[in-house]
């Protein structure tokens, strides 16, 4: 089984020669954590209740990539920068 991701790459890094791809993994475990973001089933293409553990982002190859499951709501991704800038100091 392969964990499913959350892809944070901007486009003109995923358009990028080789592609830059930028990914949080998600859990279905909900720990409360500040770093982790909520994503909702639905728009989102996954079955349960998941979390963007944005203290993993990680660098990975395009090849890793299964199928796409859905798309991030806008919240969901205001979320996530917000976190990732306070993470990484920006």
Do not use: N
């Not at 790459?9 to 995923?14: K, M, N």
């Not at 993994?25 to 728009?43: K, M, Q, S």
């Amino acid at each position: 089984m392969t964990r499913p991701v959350l892809v944070v790459s901007a486009q003109p890094w995923l358009d990028s020669h080789p592609p830059v791809l930028t990914v949080l993994p998600l859990t279905r475990t909900r720990r409360g954590a500040a770093t982790h973001v909520e994503i909702e089933p639905g728009a989102s293409g996954l079955k349960q209740t998941s979390y963007a553990k944005c203290e993993d982002v990680r660098a990975i190859s395009p090849l890793r990539l299964g199928r796409r499951f859905g798309r991030a709501e806008d919240d969901v991704v205001a979320r996530v920068d917000l976190v990732l800038r306070r993470l990484l100091g920006l």
